[in-house]
């Protein structure tokens, strides 16, 4: 421990005896030397570090301006994850405590240079952490919740539940799922699998999709390169899922477990045939290609359902094989559409007007659908 920690009067609140949680006050000019925000990003492996979003500079100002005004009150405390390093002392005496929380001090351990980690991290109040840093009253008090908790997939899982009331970016959400391992609500435990799925689809050398999605860790380079928004795949493999899906199979009801990796072949199989059918529309923003664009992700996930369902009764998982079928079938549609130039004639509408709304969706679907249909049955 440093020479200089900062220690406060605290209550010690006991909800989880191997998670220790505090109720403290720190001057709104400590938050910064305590706290760091955790930016959601990837490093080089392609490892999910930190959960947090990006800094939203209108609202930090809005919070920053009332600060800086008269006759202050903020109430809106922050949540901290703690370091094991945090020292807890409880008072003695008969009254030290009310059966629910129990009086003491807290000892927090600051850095010991200015470019050194800080202990904490910002779990809730990322935005009111940097006007705090900004503001000229830096002796206002202002509350903490902390936890002790070091394991980032416990920070994870708190972000997720207490960030409801303004609900998370959904690409943060969707990326941030896979590394959680806790019980979730059923809304975000639904999404767990299909996001896990999109991460495979984004880091694995063999997806089609390598580099292309768009995520909330995308940053830099990789920003210009990404040009699927994962939402869209997201949606399109929570359809296959269903009990009308060619993934649905591959869920075990009875004991509860998943074959994700088959899952993850049959979306490789298919997605890289659809790369190599459309190689000039493959790639290209959204805006050059409607193949790209949510419309388009969302309709050929639909096919992907039909084709994908016949190609697997004779061809095994991830084999050249069924990529060769899936081929042969997608051929059946090919000469139909419309990905970047000229009108889908059946629909009496120019590709570039295409939007990803429901009934574009739905009416691209059933297209796309029906001329598989029809061009099966002229073939047999």
């Known amino acids: 421990m440093t020479e200089n920690p ?38 080089e492996a392609g490892k999910l570090l930190g959960y947090q979003r990006p800094e939203k500079k209108q609202h930090v100002k809005q919070i920053l301006d009332y600060l800086d005004s008269e006759d202050v009150l903020f109430p809106n405390g922050l ?23 129990t009086i003491g001090t807290i000892e927090i351990p600051l850095p010991e240079s200015d470019d050194a980690p800080r202990p904490a991290l910002i779990v809730d109040g990322q935005q009111r952490s940097l006007a705090l840093a900004r503001t000229k009253r830096s002796k206002l008090p202002i509350t903490v919740a902390g936890f002790v ?18 609900p998370l970016p959904t690409n943060l959400v969707s990326e941030l799922l896979p590394e959680v391992n806790t019980k979730l609500p059923t809304r975000l435990s639904a999404r767990k699998l299909p996001s896990a799925l999109v991460n495979a689809l984004n880091l694995d050398n063999d997806s089609p999709f390598k580099g292309l999605i768009k995520q909330a860790s995308t940053v830099g380079d990789r920003k210009s390169e990404a040009v699927v928004k994962d939402n869209s795949l997201i949606s399109a493999i929570e359809e296959s899922l269903s009990a009308s899906g060619v993934l649905f ?4 009801l009875s004991n509860g477990t998943t074959d994700t990796s088959a899952m993850r072949d049959i979306l490789v199989v298919y997605w890289t045939a659809v790369r190599d059918t459309f190689p000039e529309a493959w790639g290209l923003s959204p805006a050059k290609s409607r193949l790209m664009h949510g419309v388009g992700i969302r ?39 419309h990905w970047t130039k000229g009108r889908w004639p059946e629909l009496n509408i120019p590709w570039n007007e295409l939007q990803n709304t429901p009934r574009h969706i739905s009416t691209l679907s059933n297209l796309l659908i029906r001329i598989y249909l029809q061009s099966r049955m002229s073939a047999s």
Request: hydrophobic share 40%; aromatic share 4%; charged share 30%.
């Open 249 to 252: 199979p591959y869920k075990n």
């Open 79 to 101: 949540i901290l994850a703690l370091p094991a390093s945090v020292r807890w002392k409880g008072s003695r005496g008969p009254n030290s405590t009310d059966g629910l929380a």
């Open 299 to 337: 309709s050929m996930g639909r096919l992907m359902d039909r084709i994908m369902d016949r190609v697997l009764v004779s061809a095994d998982i991830g084999s050249k094989d069924a990529y060769d079928k899936a081929m042969a079938e997608l051929e059946l549609v090919k000469p139909h559409c």
């Open 149 to 166: 908790a070091e394991d980032l997939e416990i920070q994870r899982d708190q972000f997720l539940r207490v960030n409801t009331v303004s």
């Open 6 to 43: 900062i220690r406060r009067r605290a209550l010690r609140i006991e909800q989880n005896p191997s998670i220790p949680l505090y109720l403290f006050a720190l001057e709104a000019g400590e938050v910064d030397r305590v706290a760091d925000v955790a930016r959601i990003s990837r490093d």
